[in-house]
T-cell receptor, first 112, second 118 residues
Framework: GESVGLHLPTLSVQEGDNSIINCAYSNSASDYFIWYKQESGKGPQFIIDIRSNMDKRQGQRVTVLLNKTVKHLSLQIAATQPGDSAVYFCAEIGGSNYKLTFGKGTLLTVNP | KAGVTQTPRYLIKTRGQQVTLSCSPISGHRSVSWYQQTPGQGLQFLFEYFSETQRNKGNFPGRFSGRQFSNSRSEMNVSTLELGDSALYLC?????????????????FGPGTRLTVL
């Protein structure tokens, strides 16, 4: 069935390193993808999105890569900072009814 | 500009009861979406309201319902509560109908209401 999953439930990095968070999706009809950041006690915060007609999009310190061939999405965070510590999850939208599906999330911990 | 607000922030109910949660969107936003977040299932889309009309609906039983008022404020109701309904309920607002990325308008989430069913 349709699903969005994350390869790693936790990721620990050193401050200043680059972080890569991965996401696999199975619905080939998905045409819009979003990455969210959720800090403890807060609601999700939009980070960056990408449409299926693109394979890369850059924001401030973040880059999203989309590989439609293998149905894989990744979020790259450059020069990771302690404030980046949070749960990150991807979401996909696809299908005729634009069903929104979220991944389970990856906990990113940045060590000082 | 004030963000999305949700009330109450915490709620404890018992099985069989019903509950109503409230969400006030960002001023000027006309779309409100509701989500359920649990450790096991993650974030799941419940429904979206725009201009007092439900525009999109997730795969939840009829016990979950919502409505939107003329001032764009929205309420979500869960009847006959079950233990499995314990979750963080989030609402998000956007300027336009969000309904699955038809537009690129950003959704802004509130802090959520933590519902515990005993």
């Amino acid at each position: 069935g349709e699903s969005v999953g994350l390869h790693l439930p936790t990721l620990s990095v050193q401050e200043g390193d680059n972080s890569i968070i991965n996401c696999a999706y199975s619905n080939s009809a998905s045409d819009y993808f979003i990455w969210y950041k959720q800090e403890s006690g807060k609601g999700p915060q939009f980070i960056i999105d990408i449409r299926s007609n693109m394979d890369k999009r850059q924001g401030q310190r973040v880059t999203v890569l989309l590989n439609k061939t293998v149905k894989h999405l990744s979020l790259q965070i450059a020069a990771t900072q302690p404030g980046d510590s949070a749960v990150y999850f991807c979401a996909e939208i696809g299908g005729s009814n634009y069903k929104l599906t979220f991944g389970k999330g990856t906990l990113l911990t940045v060590n000082p | 500009k004030a963000g999305v607000t949700q009330t109450p922030r915490y709620l404890i109910k018992t099985r069989g009861q019903q509950v109503t949660l409230s969400c006030s969107p960002i001023s000027g936003h006309r779309s409100v979406s509701w989500y359920q977040q649990t450790p096991g299932q993650g974030l799941q889309f419940l429904f979206e309201y725009f201009s007092e009309t439900q525009r999109n609906k997730g795969n939840f039983p009829g016990r979950f319902s919502g409505r939107q008022f003329s001032n764009s404020r929205s309420e979500m109701n869960v009847s006959t509560l079950e233990l499995g309904d314990s979750a963080l309920y989030l609402c998000a607002s956007s300027l336009l109908v969000w309904a699955g990325g038809v537009n690129t308008d950003t959704q802004y989430f509130g802090p959520g209401t933590r519902l515990t069913v005993l």
